[in-house]
């Protein structure tokens, strides 16, 4: 895969600590790594993005933002409230393609769920990786809920023909509840699709070497790691199935 567009259930639930990790396999594992925000919000000229946050912690070689909206708003609203251009899903298409002739792997980050608008005529992430071909990678929360919103991101990328790798869970509690336990073995189900790691709460704190350092052990095989979900699950205290 050169490129693997990475989207979310939802908004603030760990897609860049993700997207950083898999950056942080694929560049221990020699590849050379381009991060792609198509669309930042919420953020003054200046300040750190999700792109920035992402290469700082994985050692990537390149991040790249498309457009910057300073208020945390969906990319379309944001930049019409802005009175800015949007960044369409033809652009965000054209801008990945352009960083796969220098980069052997490109990580597209989108903005809170899949659906969410990018421009005035409904263009969304899932429009971008349809146009790219790309892969996507569903990130999660652990608990309570998180099964419907990823039963539905699942249900609209199949609606669209486009592959799902699978699900990572985003920030997985150090005291996990009931709900979060059981997710563990649900999870596949509700996304058709393999649950392939889990991040530790807090993970994006960790100083830049003990985050590369650690993140092969937070993603499952297919994503370059070393995760394994039954063994994951056991250490859990809860008998998935898995």
């Given amino acids: 895969m050169t490129v693997i567009v990475v ?8 897609k860049t600590i993700v997207t950083a990790a898999l950056a942080a396999v694929a560049t221990a594992a020699g590849r050379s790594v381009a991060v792609l925000k198509p669309a930042q919000t919420g953020l003054a000229p200046g300040e750190a993005g999700d792109a920035d946050d992402a290469v700082r912690l994985s050692g990537a070689v390149t991040g ?15 930049a019409r409230r802005a009175g800015m251009a ?5 652009e965000i298409a054209d801008a990945a393609r352009k960083l ?11 903005a809170g769920g899949l659906l969410v608008r990018y421009d005035e005529d409904g263009g969304t992430l899932a429009d971008a990786a349809r146009l ?6 569903v990130v999660a929360p652990a608990g309570l809920g998180t099964l419907n919103s990823t ?18 869970v985003g920030s997985w509690p150090a005291e996990p509840d009931l709900a ?26 960790l100083a830049p070497e ?33």
């Avoid at 790219?132 to 990678?137: E, N, Q, R």
């Fill in 7 to 14: 989207t979310g259930t939802g908004t603030e639930i760990g």
């Fill in 64 to 78: 790249t933002e498309l457009a910057r909206f300073p208020e945390p708003l969906a990319p379309g609203t944001a």
């Fill in 86 to 90: 949007p960044v369409p899903p033809a």
């Fill in 100 to 110: 796969t002739e220098e980069h052997d792997l490109v990580l597209v980050e989108g």
């Fill in 132 to 137: 790219l071909g790309a892969p996507v990678l």
């Fill in 151 to 168: 039963a539905l991101t699942a249900e609209a990328l199949r609606a669209r023909g486009i592959e799902q790798l699978g699900v990572v």
């Fill in 180 to 205: 979060a336990r059981c997710n563990l073995a649900d999870l596949p189900d509700a996304a058709g699709a393999p649950l392939l790691g889990a991040l530790p709460e807090g993970a994006g704190t």
């Fill in 210 to 242: 003990a985050f590369r350092t650690a993140a092969a052990g937070w993603l499952a095989p297919a994503l370059g790691g070393s995760w394994d979900a039954a063994e994951f699950a056991a250490a859990a205290g809860t008998d998935t199935g898995v």
